[in-house]
């Protein structure tokens, strides 16, 4: 797992963003693998800033040959509802640059049959070809789409309950009153580990915990973004904030710093 510490979210945001768009303009035909949250906020906005002054400089980031398929959704959220992460995705990337609607998959929120619905989204990964490069952000319980602790390892799409730590993290989004879904749809921890690239933002004191147990603890279900140090190619972006409970932070910067030129973002 590499590990990049940058000074804040910005910067970090910045860098994960190059490595989007590296991805695109080398191979246009990319399959993306998206998420939400306050995370990759930064990420999706540096992304328009780059196809916007792309596209007047002549070089556009040109996302019209791209597919892209989110990690999640709330089960009974259609796609108007403002907290649905289809709302989400259009407000913040979709909308915002040539993205062939068609070609952008989230799971469905309203799925008459949900277990057929998840085997369906397994099958269109598969035959888009698989996804070249996953955005992931963590929670602060170390899940990663919304893999809660003792999610399976090996788990495909399918139904979760959320845990109540997660529910009222994500209270913010939904108007006063208003109930969070206990159920999402979620690709599994082993759908997300077949990404060719992992890439996996966290920023703040919040997610220093999760962060260290991820990158130094032991591969756990109990914190499943753990699994990701049997990925052969997963990338993480944190700010310091968000390395302060790893060990070998000053490794990790060490090796940033001594990149070759031709790897670095
Ligand atoms: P956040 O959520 O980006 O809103 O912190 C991350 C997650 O729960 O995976």
């Not at 089960?75 to 909308?95: I, T």
């Not at 206990?182 to 999760?210: N, P, S, Y």
């Not at 972006?237 to 973002?265: G, H, T």
Request: charged residues 25%; aromatic residues 8%; glycine residues 10%.
């Amino acid at each position: 797992m590499e590990v990049v510490i940058q000074p804040d979210a910005r910067a970090g945001s910045v860098l994960a963003a190059r490595l989007v768009a590296k991805q695109i303009r080398n191979k246009p035909s990319s399959v993306l693998g998206l998420a939400t949250g306050s995370t990759p906020l930064a990420l999706y906005g540096e992304l328009v800033r780059m196809f916007e002054e792309g596209r007047t400089e002549g070089h556009p980031l040109d996302f019209s040959h791209a597919t892209s398929f989110n990690l999640d959704e709330y089960v009974g959220l259609g796609p108007e509802h403002p907290a649905s992460y289809r709302y989400f995705m259009q407000k913040n990337l979709f909308g915002r640059v040539n993205f062939k609607l068609e070609r952008t998959h989230v799971p469905d929120g309203l799925a008459a049959d949900v277990e057929v619905s998840c085997g369906q989204y397994e099958d269109a990964i598969r035959e888009a070809g698989g996804i070249d490069l996953q955005v992931l952000g963590i929670g602060g319980d170390g899940h990663i789409g919304f893999n809660e602790p003792t999610s399976s390892l090996a788990s495909r799409t399918r139904i979760k309950t959320l845990t109540e730590e997660t529910r009222s993290a994500n209270r913010r989004f939904f108007s006063e009153g208003e109930e969070v879904p206990r159920h999402v749809i979620t690709m599994g921890v082993g759908t997300i580990m077949e990404a060719r690239c992992c890439i996996l933002l966290a920023f703040g004191a919040g997610k220093a915990q999760a962060v260290a147990d991820m990158v130094e603890g032991p591969i756990s279900a109990m914190v499943p973004a753990s699994i990701l140090q049997m990925h052969p190619r997963a990338v993480v972006f944190i700010d310091d904030a968000a390395a302060s409970r790893l060990k070998r932070a000053s490794y990790y910067r060490f090796v940033f710093e001594n990149k070759p030129s031709w790897q670095r973002y």
